[in-house]
């Protein structure tokens, strides 16, 4: 089912009617990643939704100044200059959404990223969704989706773990094998 941005501007659902789910360049994708446990001080939603906004473009121009509504940024996942997004800032959801500008590699689509509660974890939810100008460029899309928010996610988890009293969340959340051991 299509996400419906409930308090998005009239531009981001203008956009999202328009999507194509049967078009050869139509890509979706959605995942949600852990960010900390609630059960750890500092660990709340509303941190990490002032960290999500401080990390809200990928590759953006300002890692850790918090975005502003409507602010047009230039975004360079892995480092490769990919156009620019426009940022829409919905704190009745906990929620920001990028939305491609017309120079964007993977233009014709927007990104919602939400803050959200799963058990007893907080979670950052991903939901991108489009249709490029090709194909090919759609199925890069698809697969490259997440791996784009892989730094910002990162950066929203060690801003957390740093406002926290003892640091340890990280290693008990489920899927964080790769994460530094502490003793």
């Known amino acids: ?10 531009g ?4 999202a009617k328009t999507l194509d789910s049967y078009s050869p360049t139509h890509h979706r994708y959605e995942f949600s990643e852990a960010l900390c446990d609630t059960s750890t ?10 960290a999500l906004q401080r990390h809200a473009v990928p590759g953006g121009p300002q890692p850790g100044i918090p975005i502003m509504n409507g602010k047009r940024s230039p975004v360079s996942p892995f480092f490769i ?28 689509g927007l990104v919602l990223r939400q803050i959200a509660v799963d058990g007893d974890k907080i979670v950052v939810r991903t ?3 489009g249709n490029n100008q ?11 989706g997440r791996a784009a928010f892989v730094v910002s996610t990162e ?9 926290t009293e003892n640091g ?11 994460a530094p051991k502490h003793n």
């Open 168 to 178: 340890n969340w990280y290693d008990r959340a489920p899927g964080m094998n790769n």
């Open 134 to 144: 090709t194909p090919q460029l759609a199925a890069q899309n698809r697969i490259l």
């Open 81 to 108: 200059p990919g156009g620019h997004v426009r940022t829409y800032v919905e704190p009745e959801n906990r929620s920001i959404v990028n939305v491609t500008e017309p120079d964007h590699r993977y233009t014709r």
């Open 127 to 129: 939901y991108g969704e």
């Open 155 to 163: 950066a929203m988890r060690t801003e957390l773990k740093s406002s």
């Open 12 to 15: 981001v659902t203008r956009l």
């Open 41 to 50: 001080p500092g660990c709340t939603v509303e941190a990490a939704y002032a």
């Open 1 to 10: 089912p299509r996400h419906e941005c409930n308090h998005s501007p009239p």
